[in-house]
């Protein structure tokens, strides 16, 4: 890489240096000594030549777009947006028979924080979990073709905001709930919320095979908002913390009322416990769902006092400790699980609220951090020597310190007001170091003005000197909460789809193309090739589908173009249907022909020379 860069760089450097962009970053951070990049510009640290490819991708939570970002690091390069919870024209998500039903009534979503499955603590590069806070919803994406495969509705809960988190190995994943509602959602009065309000957290299991989420049991936890949540590793793999705030079971204007205590608590809970519960049939069935109460259940969840609000809660890569940011309290606290443990042991306890115990504040605690005017601590990233990474929303800054000891050891000033920061591999047993970016809810004036609301931005921060130095900027649409880092050739995307040949609405052939009629259903078994569709190729008239009025019509085509990138689309006019077929792919359409009239159908992606050529007719007769 060191080769080509310097080879482009003469070429390369009068144009960046004359761009105001580059101009700007070099004067944010400190002129550092990073190793092995202090003869590189930070131009030519973050430029990627042609040939040469990201050294990790970025997969952005999009937030209320319901879609997630892919971006390549360290170019911060947006390379692809996937579609998760909303639909999307450009890829026919939520129009194709299979994404449609995913999608169900739903046609916007609020994606949270995305999770890797995880192998021993580690990234394994298979599948991408991500939360719905605005529908409830969890889904899993398969990191071999970059699409949704699963979403299931969370049943009894109300944004599970706070996670996905995923286990050491997947076993589970957490959705804790940011809303307290009523089991069922029937209607309560507000006036019975301490009553009748549930704050039910979820397990979410993930079969392979068939690509399916379910939802293996969920605890109906008091009626308090959960927020951040981490998975243990190593010796607290069995374990798992949230942070919860309103305790006070405040109902009106949480502001102010969900911050009236002193303290709220993490909740730590021990998965193995919840699942052996589980087992032994210690359960309620309740709307169809396996529920622990914890006041009847007892044993498994524990509470930890935490300086009130907390916002994050993250779990060092050795497992050995969990680290809570209060938004209100400027403060990290560093919590000992080994303490805890301990405390547990003994049942060395202060009481309890609604049943579940409370922990001593100071058996688990290990120390308060309080870097000196850093305000607004959200959450904590870590890199390969271990060392924190804290956001500060109000100050706007990352502060890197040391869990061990507490000591402040660099800070960073971003633009503007960082929510998350994702590092390298920087929430697993072993993160990587080198790179940090810092998820920034305000822009400001980092880009060129779109009017009164600005994107959100992403600033990628060098780690690898011994000052943190930020690098690169890249606008980003509204908007990131969370993301994962993962080193790139941890990931095995699919050139082409393979042939399915179990799949009963594939067609490999032209010959075998063909249109079927039962009854008012009309079958079209379709292939889309370069540069022509065939619907059935004995038919006078190849690309052109007949219907009546009022037919069923269920269009499955297959792009018989085996050949990398080569992506055909299908629309018809005026139709409102668009959909889309990668190489090797099969995908169907299903729709009633409710209106009788001619319509023009095209192939809607750039495939070729005679793209403009690659056309047909949708004919409906009128009744
Ligand atoms: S939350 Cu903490 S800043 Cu959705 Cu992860 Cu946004
Ligand atoms: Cu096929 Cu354009």
């Not at 394994?124 to 939360?131: E, H, P, R, V």
């Not at 994943?173 to 309000?197: C, H, N, W």
């Not at 052996?276 to 709307?287: H, P, R």
């Not at 507490?406 to 993160?431: I, N």
């Amino acid at each position: 890489m060191k080769k080509l860069v310097s080879a482009v760089s003469g070429v390369l450097a009068g144009f960046l240096a004359a761009t105001v962009f580059f101009a700007d970053f070099t004067n944010i951070g400190s002129q550092s000594s990073a190793e092995d990049s202090t003869n590189k510009s930070n131009a030519e640290k973050v430029y990627v030549p042609f040939g040469k490819l990201d050294e990790y991708y970025l997969f952005a939570s999009g937030g209320h777009s319901g879609q997630m970002f892919i971006y390549g690091v360290p170019s911060m390069r947006h390379i692809r947006t996937v579609p998760v919870f909303s639909p999307d024209s450009a890829t026919g998500y939520g129009f194709d028979k299979h994404s449609k039903e995913l999608m169900g009534d739903y046609t916007w979503g609020d994606l949270h924080h995305p999770a890797f499955s995880e192998t021993n603590g580690d990234y394994d590069g298979k599948w991408l979990f991500a939360t719905d806070v605005g529908n409830s919803r969890a889904a899993v994406m398969d990191l071999k073709t970059f699409t949704t495969k699963d979403i299931i509705n969370v049943p009894n809960t109300s944004g599970p905001h706070c996670a996905a988190f995923v286990t050491e190995n997947t076993e589970y994943m957490f959705l804790p709930t940011r809303f307290a509602v009523p089991i069922g959602r029937e209607y309560a009065s507000l006036d019975d919320y301490s009553q009748k309000y549930r704050g039910v957290m979820s397990a979410v299991t993930f079969d392979e095979k068939t690509e399916k989420l379910n939802i293996a049991y969920q605890v109906a936890l008091p009626p308090w908002s959960y927020d951040l949540s981490d998975a243990g590793k190593k010796m607290s793999k069995d374990w798992a913390v949230m942070t919860t705030y309103n305790t006070e079971e405040a109902t009106t204007n949480l502001e102010i009322n969900a911050s009236q205590a002193d303290r709220d608590y993490i909740i730590l809970f021990n998965w193995k416990e919840l699942e052996k519960m589980v087992a032994d049939g210690k359960y309620e069935n309740i709307t169809g769902q396996k529920m622990i109460f914890p006041e009847k259940q007892k044993g498994g969840i524990y509470l930890v006092p935490v300086a009130k609000s907390p916002h994050g809660v993250d779990v060092t890569p050795d497992g050995t400790r969990f680290i809570a940011s209060g938004k209100l309290a400027p403060s990290m606290t560093v919590f000992s699980f080994e303490k805890a443990f301990e405390a547990i042991k003994n049942k060395d306890f202060a009481g309890d609220r609604n049943g579940i115990p409370i922990l001593k504040y100071e058996s688990v605690m290990e120390r308060e951090v309080n870097p000196e005017n850093a305000l607004g601590p959200l959450h904590t990233q870590f890199d390969d020597k271990g060392m924190a990474y804290t956001t500060m929303f109000i100050s706007s800054e990352i502060v890197k310190w040391d869990p061990n000891t507490g000591e402040t050891l660099d800070r960073v000033p971003v633009q503007y007001s960082p929510g998350h920061s994702v590092a390298a591999e920087g929430d697993t047993v072993s993160p990587d170091g080198k790179y940090i970016i810092a998820l920034n809810k305000i822009a400001k004036d980092s880009y060129l003005s779109v009017g009164p609301s600005h994107p959100e931005s992403m600033q990628l921060i060098d780690l690898s000197g011994d000052k943190m130095e930020v690098i690169q900027s890249a606008p980003v649409n509204p908007e990131p909460h969370y993301a994962q880092m993962i080193k790139a050739d941890k990931l095995n995307p699919l050139k082409i789809y393979p042939k399915e040949e179990n799949r009963p609405d594939s067609v490999w052939k032209q010959e075998d193309t063909r249109i079927e009629r039962k009854g008012n259903e009309v079958h079209v078994y379709g292939v889309a090739l370069r540069s022509k569709f065939i619907f059935d190729a004995k038919a006078e008239r190849p690309d052109v589908i007949e219907v009546n009025e009022g037919d069923k019509v269920f269009i499955h085509l297959t792009n018989i173009d085996l050949d990398q990138d080569i992506t055909h689309g299908f629309a018809i006019n005026s139709y409102n249907l668009n959909m889309e077929v990668q190489p090797g792919q099969t995908n169907t359409l299903e729709f009633v022909a409710d209106k009788a009239g001619t319509y023009p159908l095209y192939c809607t992606n750039f495939c070729s020379a005679l793209h403009q050529e690659m056309t047909g007719y949708f004919l409906v007769k009128p009744k």
